[in-house]
């Protein structure tokens, strides 16, 4: 008779639905299928798609690749700390280390062009969170991840840290720089 | 077999409670009543730290009240209660002797010292790394022993209630099939099998580490495995107050299920499907490819957000067929209308309910999308939704379960009815109100877990918008509100316990009195319109749907005005 009690008909599961769970188990039916489907269709045919491309590294390895980047293509440097600010040739691999408690060095990119993003940690977890874009990425140490990104708008973008990662967590903010297509012509 | 126990009728409910049963129940209760109140006194911290013109705390102490606050409200409070819960399902709606009463309290005492120890390493410092604890960030050995105590404990509860099931049936205190709220509570405790078994397969590898037994736990597998304990230990919760969605709605209206074949099928896609939740963590991590990340997210094509919805319909559902059964059949919602409101259990279910499908579901499905997650992965968005999951949904169901649970278990009467009365609405609408301008803060990208939107210290700081401070501004009042609330569960709960007039009970026996068998109903609904039994749900429902299909595509539109990514 109710639901704490056991059911009356001993055969309850060949009581016929009402019509209003038929309709509704239906509708929830397609809309969990359109749900499913919208994020194959967002592979084939979206622009903002996180790579999966991942390798095994150490924080020694990720450290010596990111040093040589930055030797390279050091335009200047920033802060009291003289961050290195990196502005490499579009298309090609830049890197970020995040550790405590500062993500290193800064970068300075172009508008419209692709780099592939290299994260890594060199302690724990942290978080890569680009605002005011609000684009968030997990960070795990001894994992290399390239993540391929396009710049779409210029502007002065911060790094800020969204994973716990100790006392000094809310000081561990990072800048990207993205410079406008025109900037270049100036 | 023992047969020196005693059963006690509820002169108020009719609901048998045998003695051994009656007192674990009510241990457990109690013990996470008393959780209840001390993570709602380290919510203060947090809340008020993270109001930014308060800012109250200090980095470190906040770090380490945010730690013991998410413990004792996500796991002690919350699966205390729920042991109590599964002790009720079986031995008092099967009427029967609790299996192994001496076993459940050896699974309490572990719990109680598991607890306790977790509880003690954080307050002494040194274990302040959040209720997640990533490796390689590390805690005091006794953070993990104590979370591995309590979860043995538990898992000792389960098979307590398992074996309770098979005490009803060997002495046919039941005929058929278990009630739903029973079936209900089997998969709580089947997933919750699961999800203890995943944390001991993580935890005790990160404890042996914490005493340098070992060398090395890789942080992703952690995270992978850790949240197959820490989001599925939230499906136990989901079945849980769904299970009590259904108590109530039998208890307050005489309802009976729409359809026992749907309302269990839905049962069932959880079991089946809901473990696969721990990709929800995962979504914005390197590693995991998008396959994986795509069936498991998605609890394999959205079955059990298919089940979520199925539930939402048939309880509300239900409720409606039977207040037009009683004749408040007037157009789309006199049923509603005339819904009992001011009783607590009502108003707190109803509450609950809406509150975790509109808030808390539609953010859930929104964040579990695997490209959309990256526009919400750790930012306060995500406290956001599971303040409306967790507390609207779980915590805010088990408080309407206590004012049942006062006069009938405690056999007490409630101290203060008029408050009691008006605690759901205060609690509820606080927290409605602090989840969506959290959800709002995370929009604007606002992270959680941190102590200083300000940066200060930072070499290169970030300037939030003045909406995003607002809205910061507004968790806070919001917070200290839902406190209020939480605050008078707290005394309503205890002040009855110990200063309530006694209920007056009379049928003691030495021997079950066994469920009788009831006359098959007729099957036939002659309510409602339309052939619908229950056409204002049904609207609700399509409401529902409508909110849901524009949110989800709101956020796709959002997405794809961000940086190209591939």
């Given amino acids: 008779m109710s639901a704490i009690l056991p059911p009356t008909e001993r055969l309850w599961w060949k009581h016929p639905l009402d019509r209003v769970e038929g309709t509704w188990i239906a509708i929830a039916f397609v809309w969990c299928m359109i749900m499913f489907f919208m994020m194959i269709y967002w592979h084939a045919y979206g622009k903002q798609n996180l790579s999966t491309e991942t390798y095994k590294t150490t924080p020694e390895m990720f450290a010596g690749k990111a040093q040589a980047v930055v030797d390279k293509y050091t335009v200047r440097t920033e802060t009291d700390l ?23 060095p800064i970068l300075e990119l172009q508008q419209g062009q692709t780099y592939r993003l290299h994260l890594s940690s060199m302690d724990y977890n942290h978080g890569f969170s680009l605002q005011p874009a609000n684009i968030n990425i997990q960070i795990v140490p001894g994992y290399e991840h390239v993540v391929t990104v396009t710049p779409n708008q210029s502007g002065t973008y911060s790094v800020v840290c969204n994973e716990f990662c100790g006392i000094g967590h809310h000081t561990m903010v990072g800048r990207i720089y993205v410079k406008a297509e025109t900037g270049n012509v100036k | 077999m023992s047969n020196k126990t005693t059963y006690r009728t509820c002169p108020r409910s009719g609901l048998q409670f045998e003695a051994q049963a009656e007192k674990l129940v009510l241990a457990n209760a109690v013990a996470g009543v008393i959780f209840l109140l001390i993570g709602g006194i380290l919510a203060i911290g947090v809340v008020l730290t993270r109001w930014p013109t308060i800012h109250w705390l200090e980095a470190s102490t906040f770090y380490q009240v945010l730690t013991a606050h998410g413990l004792d409200m996500l796991v002690f409070w919350i699966i205390f209660f729920e042991i109590a ?64 105590l309590f979860a043995v404990g538990a898992l000792i509860g389960c098979f307590v209630f398992f074996g309770t099931l098979v005490v009803a049936k060997r002495e046919k205190t039941y005929q058929g099939s278990v009630p739903l709220v029973t079936f ?134 239900a409720m409606e067929v039977a207040q037009r059964a009683k004749g408040y059949n007037k157009g789309l919602f006199e049923w509603l209308r005339k819904a009992p409101w001011g009783n607590p259990s009502f108003s707190g279910v109803f509450i609950s309910i809406i509150g975790f499908g509109f808030l808390g579901g539609i953010s859930g499905v929104m964040m579990g999308t695997e490209q959309l997650n990256m526009i919400i992965h750790n930012t306060i968005y995500v406290p956001g939704h599971f303040h409306a999951t967790v507390v609207v949904g779980t915590t805010l169901s088990f408080m309407a379960l206590t004012y049942f649970l006062i006069p009938v278990l405690f056999k007490r009467e409630i101290i203060n009815p008029a408050l009691a ?26 992270a959680r877990r941190h102590w200083d939107m300000a940066f200060s210290g930072a070499a290169l700081a970030y300037e939030w918008p003045g909406a995003a401070y607002l809205m910061m501004g507004l968790v806070g009042i919001a917070g200290i509100c839902a406190i209020t609330g939480g605050a008078l569960y707290i005394y309503l709960t205890v002040g009855s316990l110990l200063w309530g007039k006694r209920v007056v009970q009379t049928k003691i026996s030495s021997e079950p009195t066994p469920i009788p068998v009831g006359a098959p109903s007729a099957a036939a609904q002659s309510y409602g319109s339309l052939g619908f039994a229950a056409p204002g749900t049904f609207v609700l429902a399509m409401v529902f749907l409508a909110s849901f299909v524009l949110y989800y595509f709101i956020n796709w539109k959002y997405l794809s005005t961000l940086w190209g990514l591939s």
């Fill in chain 1, 82 to 104: 003289e961050t290195p600010v990196v502005a490499p040739p579009p298309g090609s691999d830049v890197y970020m280390i995040a550790r405590l408690w500062n993500f290193w």
């Fill in chain 2, 85 to 148: 819960v599964l002790y009720f399902c079986s031995s008092t709606l099967l009427r029967c002797r609790i299996a192994t009463p001496k076993v459940a309290w050896l699974g309490f005492a572990l719990m109680v010292i598991g607890s306790v120890m977790n509880n003690i390493a954080v307050y002494q410092g040194g274990s302040s790394v959040m209720m997640t604890s990533y490796v390689p960030m590390m805690a005091a050995p006794s953070f993990y022993l104590g979370l591995i």
């Fill in chain 2, 184 to 317: 209900g509570a089997i998969t709580a405790a089947i997933i919750a099998v699961f999800t203890i078994a995943s944390g001991a397969i993580i935890l005790i590898p990160t404890w042996m580490l914490s005493l340098g037994w070992i060398e090395h736990v890789d942080p992703l597998i952690y995270r992978v495995i850790w949240w197959a304990f820490g989001h599925s230990s939230q499906q136990i919760n989901v079945a849980a107050h769904i299970s009590i969605w259904y108590f109530v709605a039998a208890v307050v209206f005489g309802a009976k299920p729409m359809s026992e074949r749907v309302s269990r099928g839905a049962f069932l896609l959880y079991i089946v499907f809901l473990q696969l939740a721990s990709a929800h963590h995962i979504l914005s991590d390197p590693g995991m490819s998008t396959e994986w990340k795509v069936l498991n997210t998605s609890y394999f094509m959205y079955f059990a957000v298919l089940a979520s919805m199925i539930h939402g319909l048939t309880i509300p559902g």
């Fill in chain 2, 421 to 446: 009365k008006w605690q759901p609405y205060l609690f509820g609408f606080s927290m409605y109100f602090f989840c969506l301008v959290m959800m709002g803060a995370g929009t604007l990208g606002v």
